[in-house]
């Protein structure tokens, strides 16, 4: 108790961290699920339906048999580096959302000893702190297509390497007209400009007036992150699997949840720059919103029970959904009565968004044809850095007249 | 004993490893990976000092990108290990002496100077100058705008110069 007084801030840190991480692990298995079946249904599949009701325990059925795979090193390895290669990659991957603010700082109900609750760790250079981190990113996939000492995994992260170096360029500036704009660099201060509304009922985000800026970062994101259509790293039809052919077992696990979580970290950070963080959409005025997290999920509980009864078949599966429709319904309620609802609106509004981008990327995926090697770097290069510059130049000569005159 | 007090010990030992093990590497690539080791440790020791601005920057622009094309290069020339030679004599018997020669006079100059004295009395006991980014650019775009900027010409001449070098014959 005496230790906890002393030392508040280092002891909801770590119940914060704690939290924080089971939340992110669970979110990072439960994307995999929601990829299969997105894809599966944009190509009219089911996709995973059989481990559980929906396939809703595929996620640790795939992560047992993770585990229980034998874990192969390859002889001619550099077997520190190799080792050592998913660890950087899945632990920077993780450090980015420590920085991340998922509701209001200030309020009733939203501190702990003192401490914000929606945050790990509030800095006043967040953004340029997670760009600090996102940029060393790239040592997980070089050094693991180096250490695994063969031809696919060489060229897998020399081309992921050159490719992340080019596009962190266009992704910075593509940026920082949302820092002039809010003239700053800290995640809290860049949310809270953009509260207030045009008209009385567009929002102030700084997606509007930073539009190009928006479409750039989203681009460089997508290629940051190495997904479809920029994945060339892992390009199966030419080289296997890229920089991560050579791992087995919960090595390659690691990696594919470092992919995972570093487009949940490309989302947070476009919701914050663009989309106002964790604002509601609506303004203050109409106080119905508070009641649209719980609605949804009651709304969600009453669709399940409808499935339960009506689609599943077999106990288990009736079991499961049955606990899903409870899960659902319990929550819902509960964010019905007025002050918890009042606390997850913050949160609400800004998982919500999150899922949106999410959706688009697997979206993407599901639609695009990949690039070829030489189309990705002149796009980036000579398409998308000039675009993000003119918009950064545009933005200060436009910022510079307005606050002259 | 303070937090940033073990935190500042186990990251200066670090950096010093760092720099040791970038030395006795042989495999190119764990040199490059010492360095990056002693730029992470220096900038959380920037941390400590409250200088976030600097931290942050010593890692993107170090870490993040420049021994990021170090790794590159050493991964497409495909590097081989280094060989050990023998110890040389004038090393031995001149380098050796003056290295240690030049840590004392380091260590004398630090224990003696304003800096040193901050670090022994611990944080606090000297006026550190705002270390907000703010207060940064303001003196960097403000009071030193002309070397700043003379700074960046001097660079975008290197790149010129670069190109031209690597430029096919036509």
């Known amino acids: 108790m005496e230790f906890i007084s002393q030392h508040p801030v280092l002891v ?260 914050i720059l663009f989309f106002g963080g964790w604002l509601s959409p609506f303004p203050d005025s109409w106080t119905w919103q508070n009641y649209l997290p719980g609605a949804g999920l009651v709304a969600l509980a009453i669709y399940c029970a409808i499935n339960t009864v009506v689609e599943m078949r077999g106990f288990f599966h009736r079991l499961q959904m049955g606990i899903v429709t409870a899960l659902a319904g319990g929550i819902g309620l509960l964010c019905l009565i007025p002050p918890v609802a009042a606390v997850v609106q913050g949160p609400f509004w800004f998982t919500t968004k999150i899922l949106v981008f999410i959706f688009f990327y697997v979206w993407l995926r599901g639609t695009l044809p990949r690039f070829r090697y030489d189309q990705l770097m002149s796009f980036g290069w000579k398409l998308l850095l000039p675009v993000s510059l003119a918009n950064l130049v545009i933005t200060a000569f436009v910022l510079l007249f307005l606050r002259r005159g | 004993m303070s937090l940033p007090f073990v935190v500042f010990f186990a990251c200066a030992i670090l950096a010093v490893a760092g720099g040791i093990l970038l030395i006795l590497a042989r495999e190119p690539i764990h040199s490059a990976l010492s360095v990056i080791l002693v730029m992470m440790s220096l900038a959380i020791l920037f941390l400590l000092l409250g200088a976030e601005f600097i931290a942050a920057v010593q890692i993107i622009v170090y870490a993040g990108a420049i021994m990021v094309l170090f790794v590159f290069v050493i991964m497409l020339l495909n590097a081989g290990s280094e060989e050990r030679t023998n110890f040389s004599h004038i090393a031995k018997f001149v380098g050796v002496p003056l290295g240690f020669f030049l840590l004392l006079l380091t260590a004398h100059w630090l224990f003696h100077s304003p800096a040193g004295a901050s670090i022994a009395n611990g944080p606090g006991s000297v006026d550190v100058p705002d270390t907000t980014t703010r207060a940064l650019s303001m003196l960097l775009f403000r009071q030193y705008l002309f070397p700043f900027e003379a700074t960046s010409i001097l660079i975008l001449i290197a790149v010129l110069g670069a190109l031209i070098l690597a430029r096919k014959e036509q």
């Open chain 1, 12 to 271: 909801v840190s770590i119940v914060k961290i704690a939290v924080l991480l089971f939340i992110v692990m669970t979110a990072l298995a439960y994307l995999t699920w929601f990829e299969r079946k997105v894809v599966a249904h944009i190509q009219s599949r089911w996709g995973p339906y059989f481990v559980g009701a929906h396939g809703l325990l595929q996620p640790l059925a795939d992560g047992v048999k993770f585990l229980f795979k034998e874990d192969m090193t390859p002889p001619a390895s550099d077997k520190f580096v190799y080792i050592l290669a998913p660890f950087l990659a899945l632990s920077l991957a993780l450090t980015t959302i420590a920085l991340i603010p998922f509701g209001p700082l200030t309020g009733p109900n939203l501190t702990l000893l003192g401490q914000p609750i929606f945050v790990v760790s509030n800095l006043n250079i967040g953004l340029l702190f997670l760009f600090a981190i996102t940029s060393m990113g790239v040592y997980g996939v070089a050094l693991a297509g180096w250490s695994s000492n063969s031809k696919y995994p060489l060229l897998g992260g020399l081309r992921s390497s050159a490719q992340m170096i080019s596009y962190e360029v266009s992704l910075t500036i593509s940026v920082v007209g949302v820092i002039l704009l809010a003239g700053s660099l800290g995640f809290n201060d860049i949310i809270e400009g953009q509260k207030g509304y045009w008209l009385h009922v567009i929002p102030r985000w700084h997606f509007i007036p930073q539009i190009v800026g928006f479409f750039c970062y989203l681009t460089a994101a997508i290629a940051e992150t190495n997904r479809i259509p920029f994945d060339l790293p892992e390009a199966e039809t030419e080289l296997v699997a890229g920089f991560h052919t050579e791992y087995s077992s919960f090595k390659f696990a690691m990696f594919f949840m470092a992919e995972y979580a570093n487009m949940i970290t490309v989302s947070c950070l476009a919701t």
